[in-house]
């Protein structure tokens, strides 16, 4: 069974940095695609960033690129997500998502979820 475990969150002030990271336990982490997703109180879980099994691609949510970058440490089972200029709009709880062979930007392209991780940025 896929176990993915967030970690990282926190309170930053605006203009802040926050990283966060995703240790999945899987079988194969080098065939497994991984994203980042967030939901804010009220609103609906949405994508912020997607990393292909390799690394070699990437994909952002364009609130976030620019300022937000993800990478994978395949050696270690674990993806980051490096958040610089904080906004407090970008408070949510994040979580981390991931599959086989997975790269998308909808809920439904990943079949593994973490429990989420709270953000918070104070103005």
């Known amino acids: 069974q896929v176990q993915l475990v967030e970690s990282g969150g926190g309170l930053v002030q605006a203009g802040g940095s926050l990283r966060l990271s995703c240790t999945a336990s899987?079988?194969?982490?080098?065939?497994?695609?991984m994203g980042w997703f967030r939901q804010a109180p009220g609103k609906e879980r949405e994508f912020v960033a997607a990393?292909?099994?390799?690394?070699?691609?990437?994909g952002y949510a364009r609130s976030v690129k620019g300022r937000f970058t993800i990478s994978r440490d395949n050696a270690k089972n674990t993806v980051y997500l490096q958040m610089n200029s904080l906004k407090p709009e970008d408070t949510a709880t994040y979580y981390c998502?991931?599959?086989?062979?997975?790269?998308?930007?909808?809920?439904?392209?990943?079949?593994?979820w973490g429990q989420g991780t709270q953000v918070t940025v104070s103005s």
């Open positions: 990393i292909d099994w390799i690394g070699g691609s990437t």
């Open positions: 899987v079988r194969s982490f080098s065939t497994y695609g």
């Open positions: 998502a991931g599959g086989d062979w997975a790269y998308g930007t909808k809920i439904e392209d990943f079949d593994s």
